[in-house]
């Protein structure tokens, strides 16, 4: 994985599988805590393994489209984001934003039952303790968009989905109620809009925290290709995997014959050949442009 640059003015703070934190440097050269520098790197992850091949530009997709995004769902929620004006080195991929307190769950709404989502209804009937009609299979569209949470697994540790209830117990009934709602919006406008340019968009992972006053502040990255999955909607068919405008071709090459690799061995993924590369860089792209109607430029 490639390391976090050094950037003047500010100290580097953390790493997460895609994204580098820092803190500006205040006058005296203390970092300030009330905002953040937030990096989107090239860096890509599957099968919770951050992998040595890079995507070229990923990291300028990703923001660029989640500032979209934000002004797309501005009367929802507000956002996190202070200012675009960013050290060079990292412009068109950093923003800087606030420092909040983030809420400790993982907030998921599925409109399409797919992923994780579906293994779990094979096994139960339900999602997160929701039941679900019978009959359903991969790409079925659900009878309305569902909140379905899971836990904030430390990097290389897996998700695993938690109900309503168990969210209540550990926000507060409250905040559970407005993240539930919020996520769901989210996807409903994400969907009103992405279908106006024939992309569907079957669920939604999004990040929350709270200011000091305990306003819910939309935060990290919004319906992005990293966030979402995103699918042609003229292709949709339900009854298999669909295709898709994200890392999609990544995973199948590292779950296929020609990768060597053994998603259940415990080792590190292989690095990618090229045309997976472009490929999958491609997609990012093509999700921008066909989303925002804007060409994309790093």
Known sequence: MSSAPELPGYQHVYSGKVRDLYAPL??????????????????????????????????????????????????????????????????????????????????????????????????????????????????????????????????????EPISFEVVADTVGLNLADQVRDLTVRILQRGNDIARDRGIIIADTKVEFGQRADGTLVLADEVLTPDSSRFWPADAWEPGHPQASYDKQFVRDWLTGPDSGWERTSGHEPPALPDDVVEKTRAKYVEAYETLTGRTFSA
């Open 26 to 159: 205040g006058a005296e050269g203390a970092p300030r805590e009330d905002q953040v520098l937030l990096v989107a790197s090239d860096r890509i992850s599957a099968y919770d393994f951050v992998l040595d091949t890079e995507i070229p530009d990923k990291g300028a997709v990703l923001t660029q489209l989640s500032l979209w995004w934000f002004e797309q769902l501005a009367d929802l929620v507000p956002n996190h984001v202070i200012s675009t004006d960013v050290p060079a080195q990292v412009a068109g991929r950093a923003v800087l934003v606030e420092r909040l307190q983030m809420v400790p769950v993982e907030c998921v709404a599925r409109a399409y039952l797919t992923g994780g989502g579906l293994s779990e209804y094979q096994t139960t009937g339900a999602v997160s303790g929701l039941p679900l009609p019978a009959g359903l299979v991969d790409a079925s569209k659900l009878p309305e968009p569902i909140f379905t949470a899971s836990t904030k697994a430390p990097m290389g540790e897996h998700d």
